[in-house]
């Protein structure tokens, strides 16, 4: 089998085992596998095809997993914790009432959504366009509260 072959048996092997680690550093030595066999693929000497895959890995990991690390890790805020998504970036958020909420049920709007809402307490009545706050997530309902 052509060395070419065993560089590229090794990046792929690299990438899947990257799959499960995140770290981004089996990859960037997967970078440098594929390095190697482009030379290998012109005819390199097996020292060259070398250099090239341990001169490929240091250069991707020193120069470019700091780039992709920050790419990966721009969804997080100036403190560092990850941002909500889906349903729990709903919580907290502010809605506007469309149709009455009491008891029995009524219709907000969040960020241009219609939500079947209930108010938190029973017994308060929230009229169309007042303003409230989510307070929960239920299944596709919301939990809705108004602050005096």
Same mark, same amino acid.
């Given at each position: 089998m052509e060395p070419v072959f065993y560089w590229i048996i090794?990046? =792929?092997?690299?990438?899947?085992? /990257?799959l499960f680690t995140g770290t981004?550093?089996?990859?960037? =030595?997967g970078v440098g596998a594929v390095l190697a066999g482009i030379g290998a693929s012109l005819g390199a000497p097996f020292w060259l095809?070398? =250099?090239?895959?341990?001169?490929?890995?240091?250069?991707?990991?020193?120069?470019? *997993? @700091?780039?992709?690390?920050?790419?990966?890790?721009?969804?997080?805020?100036?403190?560092?914790? @990850? *941002?909500?998504?889906?349903? *729990?970036?709903?919580?907290?958020?502010?809605? *506007?009432?469309? /149709?009455?909420?009491?008891?029995?049920g009524g219709l907000v709007e969040i960020a241009g959504d219609n939500w079947t809402a209930y108010p938190l307490e029973p017994d308060q009545l929230l009229e169309p366009g007042d303003r409230v706050t989510v307070v929960e997530i239920k299944g596709a309902t919301v939990i809705v509260w108004k602050q005096s």
């Open positions: 090794a990046a =792929v092997v690299l990438g899947a085992i /990257e981004l550093v089996l990859a960037m =030595v095809q070398a =250099v090239l895959f341990g001169a490929g890995s240091v250069a991707s990991i020193f120069g470019l *997993r @700091p780039f992709l690390k920050q790419a990966l890790e721009s969804d997080t805020g100036a403190d560092k914790t @990850p *941002r909500s998504f889906g349903t *729990r970036a709903i919580e907290g958020a502010e809605a *506007r009432v469309i /149709e009455k909420v009491d008891h029995s």
